[in-house]
Nanobody, 121 residues
Framework: EVQLVESGGGLVQAGGSLSLSCATSGFTFDDYTIGWFRQVPGKEREGVGYISGSGRTSIAESMKDRFTISSDNAKNTAYLQMNNLKLEDTAVYYC???????????????WGQGTQVTVSS
């Protein structure tokens, strides 16, 4: 059974940092790209970035100066480090797995349940 489980969300003040984890199981981690997405209620889900099985990363332009993505293939886990958080970063953050290195959500086969990140002033 494929599972992706996000953790690390919570409440943080603006300017602070959070690190999210995406623990996976049930598929060959090295063969998949792990993408991070976020969604605010009432808005479309947007791509944050991804890390491929070979470690290549890509971050959305609006976030690349504050967010980084990494992974530990031995632990089948990907991470999203978020620094200098802003109020507008408040959202539910999801990780997902795809066999293509892209932020096109349509190709992501497996999704986690999401973790809430709330940034306060």
């Amino acid at each position: 059974e494929v599972q992706l489980v996000e953790s690390g969300g919570g409440l943080v003040q603006a300017g602070g940092s959070l690190s999210l984890s995406c623990a996976t199981s049930g598929f060959t981690f090295d063969d998949y790209t792990i993408g991070w997405f976020r969604q605010v209620p009432g808005k479309e889900r947007e791509g944050v970035g991804y890390i491929s099985g070979s470690g290549r990363t890509s971050i959305a332009e609006s976030m690349k100066d504050r967010f980084t993505i990494s992974s530990d293939n031995a632990k089948n886990t990907a991470y999203l480090q978020m620094n200098n958080l802003k109020l507008e970063d408040t959202a539910v953050y999801y990780c997902a797995a795809a066999q293509w290195a892209t932020l096109d959500q349509r190709v992501y086969d497996y999704w986690g349940q999401g973790t809430q990140v709330t940034v306060s002033s």
